[in-house]
């Protein structure tokens, strides 16, 4: 078992910045891909990025290059999105997930945490 802890949403002005923390315990090791994923009123909830442990390698979703970095600290077993130039259309609950290899799909990702809200005005 993962237990993932998101942190770090909040209210934000556009234009504004946010860093979003994920912390993971348990079987961490059994799993090497984190990822963020997001999902606002009404829609799908959608991949946004992940990184590996093993290599650190990233994937973004087209909608977070560019203004979303994702990183991770191995020793603390925690994963980042720095969200920046942020715009109302980024207003979501945001997810940390995790996976046994770096994928956008959200069926590859078994363990998910419960949710950070983010909320960007305008």
């Known amino acids: 078992q993962v237990q993932l802890v998101e942190s770090g949403g909040g209210l934000v002005q556009a234009g504004g910045s946010l860093k979003l923390s994920c912390a993971a315990s348990?079987?961490?090791?059994?799993?090497?891909?984190m990822g963020w994923f997001r999902q606002a009123p009404g829609k799908e909830r959608e991949f946004g990025a992940c990184?590996?442990?093993?290599?650190?390698?990233?994937l973004y979703a087209d909608s977070m290059k560019g203004r979303f970095t994702i990183s991770r600290d191995n020793a603390k077993n925690t994963v980042y999105l720095q969200m920046t130039r942020l715009k109302p259309e980024d207003t979501a609950v945001y997810f940390c997930?995790?996976?046994?290899?770096?994928?956008?799909?959200?069926?590859?990702?078994?363990?998910w945490g419960q949710g950070t809200q983010v909320t960007v005005s305008s």
């Open positions: 997930a995790a996976a046994q290899y770096k994928a956008s799909i959200r069926d590859a990702y078994d363990y």
């Open positions: 990184i590996t442990r093993s290599d650190g390698s990233k």
């Open positions: 348990g079987r961490t090791f059994s799993r090497n891909a």
